[in-house]
């Protein structure tokens, strides 16, 4: 498979998986990593990353990235214009993992649209940025920073 990696906004590359083979890595659990490549050690750690949007925070050597992926799907879409076919109403969120409350990013009567950050979940070790995957209107928080969620667990009531 084929992507196109955007590092911080700035720097593109393509990335295959027959790079990807030719890296020497080790899991260091709790999301960390060592590899070596090139006959260059790295170490790397990921501390936030949404599947759905296929964006990562990562740490290597100290150094923090954000990194963008885009796959030839993701390309074709964007070339049709298809990604502004339409927006639809927002739905009440749930937790979709047990996990800790890191951060709120919305209050009630708040207007949010597609891809704004809700909250912040802690799972595993890792931070998972819950975005909006629609527009809508909150209505009520039901949960609290600091504390833990059970899966399916209502989070933000929508209007």
Excluded: C, W
């Excluded at 700035?10 to 030719?22: A, G, I, R, V």
């Amino acid at each position: 498979m084929k992507y196109k990696a955007q590092i911080n906004n700035h720097f593109e590359f393509e990335l295959t998986s027959d790079m990807l083979q030719s890296v020497d890595m080790v899991s260091n659990g709790q999301q960390s990593f060592h590899f070596v490549e090139q006959g260059q050690s790295y170490k790397a750690k990921i501390v936030a990353a949404d599947f759905e949007s296929k964006t990562f925070e990562i740490i290597v050597n100290g150094r923090n990235y954000s990194v963008q992926l885009e796959d030839a799907f993701d390309r074709l879409v964007s070339e049709l214009g298809l990604e502004i076919v339409s927006s639809h109403k927002l739905k009440d969120i749930k937790a979709p993992m047990p996990g800790l409350v890191l951060d709120i990013a919305v209050e009630p009567g708040q207007e949010v649209q597609k891809g704004d950050k809700l909250l912040i979940l802690e799972a595993m070790k890792m931070e998972n940025v819950i975005k909006s995957d629609g527009e809508g209107k909150v209505k009520a928080v039901h949960i609290n920073k600091g504390l833990p969620v059970d899966k399916g667990q209502l989070l933000i009531e929508m209007e």
